[in-house]
């Protein structure tokens, strides 16, 4: 497995987000996580990207111990989180914010060469290259987070909640997107409320429920699983 998570926790002050959680990703696979609010999915996220701390438990990426690192350092790994919100830099333009995502790269020729296969991407930003980000729209920005996230040149791409807020028609479009970019070599693990449009994205899913994984399965099974559907698919 390129990720293994085992035995994680979690504590925010007294409370524990986490109750020792484990999970696996595969080099090349979509893997979603889903749950209601409070389940624990962004902390999990945060955890893998060292943004918050565990308390207990091991993070081993490619047999390399996330868990002992810094943040930065897990990105010099590959590991590159998009967060949830986008939280793009609004007074810097699209060109600007694509060059911070490369911060941890030196080779100007591949970095060119990434932002070139990110344009052809997403267009879009292409033609709003030398816009400030706080003057895109919603889809836009987030499609912008994205390839930020892209320009670090990752080996796993941790997506929190990249649908929220945009219209059903952008959602589909950057889902087809993300399929783009796993069959470009990228492993993606996908925070997401759409349970529906993650699990027809992903190919394996985990449902956590207040700091627990509580399911585990195939998406085709979860798509399938009727107190799944009830829960998460809207019946």
């Given at each position: 497995?390129?990720?293994?998570?085992?035995?994680?926790?979690?504590?925010?002050?007294?409370?524990?987000?986490?109750?020792?959680?484990?999970?696996?990703?595969?080099?090349?696979?979509?893997?979603?996580?889903?749950?209601?609010?409070?389940?624990?999915?962004?902390?999990?996220?945060?955890?893998?990207?060292?943004?918050?701390?565990?308390?207990?438990?091991?993070?081993?990426?490619?047999?390399?111990?996330?868990?002992?690192?810094?943040?930065?350092?897990?990105?010099?790994?590959?590991?590159?989180?998009?967060?949830?919100?986008?939280?793009?830099?609004?007074?810097?333009?699209?060109?600007?914010?694509?060059?911070?995502?490369?911060?941890?790269?030196?080779?100007?020729?591949?970095?060119?060469?990434?932002?070139?296969?990110?344009?052809?991407?997403?267009?879009?930003?292409?033609?709003?290259?030398?816009?400030?980000?706080?003057?895109?729209?919603?889809?836009?920005?987030?499609?912008?987070?994205?390839?930020?996230?892209?320009?670090?040149?990752?080996?796993?791409?941790?997506?929190?909640?990249?649908?929220?807020?945009?219209a059903p028609l952008l959602v589909k479009a950057i889902f087809r997107t993300l399929v783009t970019i796993n069959r470009a070599g990228v492993t993606i693990v996908l925070v997401e409320q759409n349970a529906k449009a993650a699990l027809k994205l992903a190919n394996r899913g985990y449902i956590l429920e207040v700091g627990n994984v509580v399911l585990e399965d195939s998406a085709e099974a979860l798509l399938a699983n009727p107190e799944v559907r009830?829960?998460?698919?809207?019946?």
């Open positions: 497995m390129l990720l293994e998570i085992r035995d994680l926790r979690v504590k925010y002050g007294n409370v524990e987000a986490l109750h020792g959680i484990n999970l696996s990703v595969g080099e090349g696979e979509i893997v979603a996580i889903l749950g209601a609010n409070g389940a624990g999915k962004s902390t999990t996220l945060m955890a893998v990207s060292r943004i918050v701390k565990s308390s207990a438990g091991s993070i081993e990426f490619g047999g390399r111990a996330l868990h002992r690192l810094k943040p930065h350092d897990v990105v010099r790994e590959g590991v590159i989180q998009v967060p949830e919100g986008r939280r793009i830099f609004n007074t810097l333009t699209v060109e600007e914010n694509l060059s911070l995502g490369a911060f941890v790269r030196t080779d100007a020729t591949r970095i060119a060469k990434t932002r070139e296969w990110i344009y052809e991407l997403f267009p879009i930003l292409r033609e709003r290259r030398d816009q400030l980000g706080g003057t895109l729209s919603g889809g836009e920005q987030q499609m912008l987070a994205i390839a930020r996230g892209l320009m670090a040149e990752p080996k796993i791409l941790l997506l929190d909640e990249p649908s929220l807020g945009l009830k829960a998460y698919l809207g019946g």
